[in-house]
């Protein structure tokens, strides 16, 4: 963003979104933004500007659709139509890739009903990456808030609402079974020792909607090997949750059908 201010104006900026690949899906999956850009520079000044960024950035020649450091698409450019081998205004495949109508549909209006008329939606991408200001209050925030478990027992906090500073605490007995039912504080008989339990929350790795798995997984339930508890609708595309081995699921954190942002807990499994 900040080379693209050098060729113009930054009228404005889409969330980012982090997306599978298209085209070729052996690698990492891409960060896709879009920017509105105010400039004087005409389409061919443009298009070769925006190269020079890439290769400032250190963009190499690779394979059609292969991994890239960087790549900036002229998505279109006013009412301007062109069709020339290396420069097509407006792009001729962007009603087929919601990685690039999505983000794009954050920042033009004109583009919110294509977007829902194709099925897709803004608010249901893969993942959506919060573009923090240093300046931001939230940032101090945070930082108070991974200071607190990282000098306490803290194992959960949940911020209530937006803005509200009221949060839950809830801490880990010393040697004993966390969550457990009322029994699991017998005594111990003597030279037995407690191994501790282990409580391991499963967070989404993106932004969607969540679906539990049948049969709905319950608290108290004993979770064999790696089972998929639920999955997380993004984009059309179904993303597994799992397990991640066996235990006793301790709590599900969500409701079926809930939207859920990138980092919410899930649910939460006791390991011994």
């Known amino acids: 963003m900040a080379q693209l201010a050098t060729v113009g104006g930054l009228a404005a900026v889409s969330r980012l979104y982090r997306t599978k690949p298209w085209g070729y899906g052996d690698q990492p999956e891409f960060i896709n933004a879009a920017a509105l850009l105010d400039t004087a520079l005409g389409p061919r000044e443009l298009l070769n500007a925006l190269q020079q960024i890439e290769t400032r950035l250190g963009r190499r020649p690779t394979h059609r659709w292969g991994p890239r450091v960087i790549d900036l698409d002229i998505l279109y450019y006013a009412d301007v139509r062109i069709n020339e081998p290396d420069l097509i205004i407006p792009h001729p495949r962007l009603l087929e890739r919601r990685f690039a109508l999505v983000p794009l549909a954050d920042i033009d209006p004109r583009y919110r009903d294509a977007a829902a008329r194709l099925g897709y939606s803004a608010q249901s991408g893969e993942c959506t990456a919060l573009m923090f200001d240093e300046s931001d209050q939230l940032i101090g925030r945070v930082r108070r808030l991974v200071a607190a478990f990282e000098e306490t027992d803290l194992v959960r906090l949940r911020v209530s609402e937006e803005g509200d500073d009221a949060i839950e605490l809830r801490r ?51 979770l064999e090997d790696d089972r998929e508890l639920a999955y997380v609708e993004a984009l059309g595309i179904r993303n597994p949750v799992n397990s991640r081995g066996s235990g006793r699921l301790v709590a599900v954190l969500v409701s079926d059908g809930e939207a859920v942002e990138y980092g919410q807990p899930l649910f939460e499994i006791e390991r011994v």
């Open 172 to 222: 880990a007995p010393r040697g004993t079974n966390l969550a457990g039912p009322p029994d699991a504080e017998r005594a111990i008989a003597p030279g037995q020792a407690r191994e501790p339990a282990a409580l391991e929350v499963i967070k989404a790795n993106l932004v969607g909607i969540v679906h539990l798995n049948k049969p709905v997984p319950v608290p108290g339930a004993r």
